[in-house]
């Protein structure tokens, strides 16, 4: 690699050399030659029958509680216009993805962060926040391999939110797109699994296939996926079956477990890499959770620094980061870097942070 | 076919015969191999490039003129949430697309049905409402084979509302879905064409290829046009550039012009056998217009009828139909019903109309 590349930390995307191109090819041929009278026709809004059978055994739920989107964001969205009203309250982590942020906003949603701890929301300020008589609508929730922090909820944590959300009547969105992406540890259950009569959880096949796929899923109470459905079908009369069908068949031909395995393979090097770096250059200017899994290492600067300058010096030096900022629900996340290192090798990581270091030096 | 199967007349929808299954499986492995890293990956929310390219030529526009979308109603919602605010009046002929005034009304408009003579909206009427101060922010127009009506939109009043738009300041969404599908007559000029500074265009190839692919796509200043690429952006991120890349590699590949001939050659007959079977079975007892292209023959009977009534009889013998309701902006459609004619055979069509006559016997 030359030394005078650029590299990106910016967004959470898989390497191409992840993507399996030859089999999905495979796949469209197939489901084309098997289902093409339902794949090329308008169909029900709530997705291809074998990928909504699919989802729906995995998670233990009847095929009425599935719907399947263009996206996870797009479920988001039509949830955000069905869930709230201008002024309503939602609580997100804080901090927390940058695109449901904005959705929340524009559906008029008055975002409230409840500030992360290295095991999740801070649970007492949450409490506060309710027990003083705020009613949100929503809580938006990463419980695993948080974007942007990295961080796990603990179990602890996911009883005591399903137990509020079950109090005060609140609905849960449950964002688990990394939850498969585990590199060390053991998985807990999830919140819909503690409370599924109050949690829509949503996830797509983006992080384990491939984004452009643009295949995302919605699980939750029948009638609240009905709505859904039909805020969908008023929407987009219904997503693309193709994507999903060969979703559906790269599955059944045991593909995707497979390549689950050969993700976590290339990804673990990486995070390795990006710790090890992140000791290496920066150790004692900075503070990093270590993640057991996903794309992500949320880091904050211990030096005061201007989002704007880091930025800045940062392209200097050929390095593009994410503005820390839009991941804050209320002002803050200057000294705020989100690390992604699924999509570089471990040799662009380590000159990364290198040169990360060198702009943190420069700002000192 | 057996005397007493259930013929539907509800949506506009292609016949599964006609769906290039085979073509569009070569189609997917070429760009799998092509161009898997660009499809497979996150991407603009414009859309594929050489799907761009292709449509950005076609109409004459810049690239930065143009968005892909999965399907032209949700760029519709989109422009919608763009456009308009809660209590704006925005215009639609009358009758128009159910699905559209669905989209203009959660968006908060008060959707104006501007009445449908034979040649297009009445211009007496929409002068008369703006002369009288009301200041639409949209005016939706399908101008070629009208949907529900077939209607289409003649020349002299395409150059009038254009320069209406132009004199009041609003804004036209062309929706031309249909155009290409002509089996009669010769082309007039687009709104667009007359107006580009004004009209927002639409259209899609789900008449033309398939209606599961979901690729539609919108024409028009580029100003807007980028409004729309950072909206569909916070919405859905980007749309599936798999199907977008199919789309353009079947046009490259010369198959689209052939598809589109065989439609023509398929869908003909079938538009004869329509207005055949209505000579025959309700001559003096409906009203209908002979459309020179499209999905539609939209018909009024002249008794007056309850479509509660319509419906449940036509139900029982078996034929469905679409409420005609849906289709008026303000009231009426009782005795409006939409007859698409190009997913069913002419002896099909031949046996839905005999049914139809003998239920509307049957409410005199």
Redesign the interface.
Known sequence: MAAESMIKLT?G??P?ES?P??K??VC??EV??QH????????PSRGFPGLLALIAQETGVAESQVIIG??S??LQ?LCARMFVEAGDVVYTEDPSYD?TL??LR?AGARVVGIPLDDDGPNIEMLQNRLQAGERPVLFYIIPDFQNPSGTLLSLEKRQRIAALAQQYGFWVIEDVPYRKLRYAGVDLPTLFELAPDRVIQMSSFSKLI?????VGFAVGPEPVIGQLAKMAE??????????QAMVAEFAHRGWLDAQIEVLKQLYTPRLQAMLAALETYLSGRADWRTPQGGFFVGMTLRAEVSADDLLRRAREANLLLTDGRGFFTDGGGDCFVRLPFCALTPAEIDVAIARLAQVVDGLA
Chains 1, 2 share one sequence.
């Not at 093409?36 to 169909?43: A, K, R, S, V």
């Not at 491939?210 to 643009?214: E, F, H, I, K, V």
């Open positions: 967004r995307v898989p191409a993507f191109a030859d999905l090819a469209a041929a084309l030659a093409g009278d339902i794949i090329l026709q308008y169909g263009q996206g964001l797009q969205d695109r904005t959705v524009r491939s984004p452009g796929l643009r008023d929407t987009y009369i219904n997503p693309s079956y193709l994507n």
